[in-house]
């Protein structure tokens, strides 16, 4: 008799955004004729850049064509792919990563959740509280989480770093030894950022302690100040980190799927290389990118792309602004939304995450993220995104401004 | 300190086909006026058709504009999608399938990966041998398949069902309890397929143990006779059966990416529903197909649509059926190749598959693929595969009978 995989049962109701999604659905069935406005996912809702749409109907051109049809892709990416990242997110910026250091993927989601194949089923991992939820659940289905607590609201074999207001939504090194640890900067969801000398001691703990750093850069572009954009500006960390990348955020493409993770060569455990395990990882289980979505994401990196993307990164920028200058002047306290499309706020009048999201959503409409959807340090905060319309999101943060 | 999970450590050199990639671009590179001929990895060379092309642009001209642009599609595959599958693929076979058993992927490679992640770590898996190399190495990874063992060239906990000429390459049902069994007919290397009434006795079989079939139908386009294109034609495999699909050989999707699992709503274990299962991993790993190429699949089951695919497969059978006959004539001893764009041959002169491998690229300029690269059952063979163009595929045979 086959047994399923018990760990599965340990995870929490469905996944954060699905709940959400049947919140909202049960809602708008209700009152049809509300007009709700989204800030809760992090969606984007511009449409893909003229340089993208012009570089996709091309290469869709290239599948007509027996002379230029593509079939499968190589394994780890198209080396004209690998070489745009590597130049101009790594090269441009003094890191010293090579192509072959590259691999594309569909996404920073399916990266950050299935990098922790390639580790030991009983290393520790630690994560920062509040998380991203698919860090953790990922680790619950591999039995590395223990289980869960009611009482805390937490698994049992997590190191949960805090980040609250108290430590400005940055993490304290732990005090117990930690294997694989969780970092995202700009951060999800709290918008906090960690300056380069602050990085630096995560990467020397690290090193110090043979942890491995899986570094989340999927909002980098979002960052306005001195702030590192790669861990790799640090020094070491080419031997203790892995980064993750998404196009998501940045140009659009969370409809189109495109992502790439960093594994150094000389990052290695055990004697054993972290390249050549997620490689090997890349050939059976996954089959590339598709060809026209590679080659939209070489165009995010052409001259004309990085203009139409810092276009659209402005464009919810200012979003960003309008909502942290709005809800400060009723008399919110917020967070983010400098270096982040994200906007962190504490709920008004002692009310939990979940009943300030009830709250929005039937009087102003309103969605957002409960914060404790992202750990229980997330309980009394919420997470507005900016990456709504000029006019949703204005309507939207004066709506909630005269509740 | 990491530990790496040492299951990587116990899979056997690269995966086949790169090792076939490197020893290609090795001869190539030695010798750049050989014209090389492929007919080793199952990659299709015909360009997408007309219809494809067409909704592909139209989709990407939706991505342009912020009222029909498309971001994060459902985790689960948008329900157009869904419902063309369902409809064209079940419900006109008389297979009792919803839609909300259908989950849209990126790829039979990655579902056929990541499905084992569901079940428990000490599941007995058992597979055909030869196989599909991804079934076995992705339970390695997972420490499902024991240790390698030189000798035999198979893993210790591995149950291997024997394909061989004997047995007309359709295994037996194994004597001892397996937990979880892969079947993949049309079947890829041998090309062999299962009659419904073989095929019944697989599904009576695991209905009485409690075992799972996983049942990989990505070449059931291929079928010109009575055999089912889908296992839930049989009599009680909604309780037992999961299937794979692919867009891959059938419209030519290699490089567009996109396949689709079926994890029929009754089929429980432990009285937990898989379904529910697999609908967790995709909400929490993975991030839905591009909303463009979902509107190609889609088109793949329009009026015009079909014809073009009937077309695309008609092409590549009309190779299989030159190179039936052509080695035939010339003395080999051909399997497969009339269900099947596989064709299977006995090596010649006790050459192993390897040495059949070097022969062939050496003097015909010819690649296939070494039949012990599928397992150890596999020695002795070599599959060539019929996705060439009519040209290449002619010359190729030409130049193996005059060998």
Redesign the interface.
Known sequence: ??????N??K?QG??LF?TIAKKVNAFSSAHPEKKIIRLG?G??????T?TI?KT??AS??E????KT?????P?LGYDFLRKAICDNDYRSRGCRIEEDEIFVS??A??DS??IQ???????KIAVCDPVY??YV??NV?A?RAGDYDEKTGRYTNVVYMECTAQNGFAPELPKEAC??IYLCFPNNPTGATLKKSELQQWVDYANK????IIFDAAYEAYISDDCPHSIYECEGATQCAIELHSFSKNA?F????LGYAVVPKELK??G?S?NS?WA??H???????????QRAGEAVYSEEGKKEIRGLIDYYMENAKYIVSGLEKAGYNVFGGTNSPYIWLATPDKMTSWEFFDHLLEKANVVGTPGVGFGACGEGYFRLTSFG?HENTREAVDRICNL
């Open positions: 008799m086959v047994k399923i995989n018990d599965y049962q995870l469905s996944y699905s996912i969606d984007v809702t511009r449409p893909l003229p749409i996709l109907h869709v051109d599948m007509a064509d027996e049809f593509r079939g499968y892709a394994d569909d996404g989601k399916p959740g299935n194949e390639i580790f030991d089923a009983d290393c939820p698919v659940d990922s289905m039995g294997d694989l302690n043979g942890s491995v659009g969370t409809g189109l799927r455990r055990g054993v972290l395990l090997r990882r050939a059976t289980k996954y089959n590339g990118a598709p060809y026209i979505v319309s």
